[in-house]
């Protein structure tokens, strides 16, 4: 019986240890976290992000490869021995390169000029999504300390709530019922606090993915919960974005079907030979000729396919215009809307709910109210704060969406 006793005692002390192996932890990741402003997440992020570096390569294998405008054929050494001239064994040996004329290799450097330049605007764009994920990671963070504040200001109101109701019991002024349902509240309230440590782990994960780095970095406590108003001078920021990108890969289909046309120019050849003839004299010289492209439909194909994606470009141009116009007309209402329950809570609705807890927690104090009724009133406080908190969550990130709306660059 007596290792049956210790084999419980044991079992029913794990969730202590557990509480307490988190707020360890917890401590020690606040000890060793980095704070940082949004302004040098985003510019963090944009160093070390894997993406722009990918493009920086891009970039960098675009620009090398305008070495390559200049493309000659492989040289053509040839060996003929035996007795094509005589009864004798003679040698011949004549050696011959061809070099493109014409413009194709004007085109071929202006197509590789205008690759470097759609990688450059293809990077822009990458950019730009960085800098939305890491806006809606910092400020998902900040909801998350905002929720955990809230939820400890909910633990000192029923822990006062506890004690005046452990007194009214012990002066026989209420039932036990009261105390119970505190003490329940309260343990509430205390697994919650538990749980949003996890989410802020989560959050301050997600923020940490967005800037890859291993650093512990977490949002500047300081920084305004609500996020700036979108500035008129973002406005147009991803419609120009957008813009450069389509022109920019228009101007390349256009390129490509220069290069396919110029391919259908003639080479120019240069040779030199010299062979023996009755196997006693040598002889040699030059020759001259043309490479001329007499079945060139498929460059021309070529050129013409991509005349026609040089079509379908200016129609997703056309098509992205339109999207992000309604998209933009769309998200406005949404930030309206939001807009509109903030202003609310913020002038009137945190007061009311500041008003509800005093008058209730003096009436209740006094004998003047019900505990059935304090209750009631102390959740529709609670209520009040929790829909605050999460309208301005949703602002946030509907301010956020305004500011970044999204593309598709397919």
């Not at 909910?154 to 709530?161: A, D, G, P, S, V």
């Not at 010299?274 to 070529?302: C, E, H, M, R, V």
């Amino acid at each position: 019986m007596e290792e049956i006793g210790i084999k419980r005692r044991k079992k029913m002390s794990n969730p202590i240890v557990s509480i307490i192996v988190l707020l360890i932890s917890t401590f020690s990741f606040a000890q060793n976290s980095q704070t940082i402003t949004l302004e040098k997440a985003i510019e963090k992020a944009k160093a070390n992000n894997i993406d722009l570096k990918i493009a920086d390569k891009e970039i960098e294998k675009q620009t090398v490869l305008k070495k390559t405008a200049f493309q000659v054929d492989p040289l053509q050494v040839q060996y003929q021995g035996g007795q094509f001239n005589s009864v004798d064994y003679d040698h011949n040996v004549s050696i011959q390169q061809y070099f493109p004329i014409g413009k194709i290799t004007k085109a071929n450097r202006q197509l590789q000029e205008e690759l470097a330049k759609l990688a450059e605007k293809r990077k822009a764009l990458t950019e730009y999504e960085i800098e939305k994920a890491v806006s809606l990671a910092y400020y998902q963070y900040l909801y998350g300390v905002s929720i955990q504040k809230l939820n400890n200001e909910l633990f000192e109101i029923y822990t006062k709530f506890l004690k005046n109701a452990e007194l009214r019991f012990q002066t026989g002024e209420s039932g036990n019922i009261e105390v119970i349902s505190a003490k329940a509240k309260s343990k509430e309230i205390e697994t919650q606090k538990a749980k949003l440590e996890y989410d802020l782990v989560v959050y301050q994960k997600q923020l940490q993915y967005f800037i890859q780095t291993d650093e512990n970095i977490v949002p500047d406590a300081t920084t305004p919960l609500q996020y700036a108003n979108p500035t008129a001078s973002n406005d147009d920021k991803i419609q120009g974005l957008v813009n450069d990108y389509y022109t920019q890969q228009i101007s390349v289909y256009q390129k490509e079907a220069n290069t396919f046309k110029a391919m259908r120019t003639s080479k120019l050849g240069l040779g030199y030979f010299g062979q023996t003839i009755d196997t006693k004299s040598y002889f040699q010289g030059f020759t001259a000729g043309l490479q001329i492209p007499l079945f060139g439909g498929a460059n021309t194909a070529k050129a013409k396919a991509s005349e026609i994606s040089v079509s379908q470009s200016k129609l997703e141009l056309d098509k992205s215009k339109l999207t992000l116009k309604l998209q933009k007309e769309e998200l406005q209402n949404e930030f309206e809307k939001q807009k509109i329950a903030l202003v609310y809570y913020q002038n009137e609705g945190l007061q009311y709910a500041e008003q509800i807890i005093t008058t209730a927690q003096k009436s209740y104090a006094n004998g003047d109210m019900s505990y059935w009724s304090y209750i009631s009133f102390l959740n529709q406080a609670i209520d009040i704060k929790k829909q605050s908190a999460e309208a301005i969550n949703a602002y946030n990130q509907s301010a956020i969406q305004l500011q970044f709306p999204s593309f598709n660059n397919n």
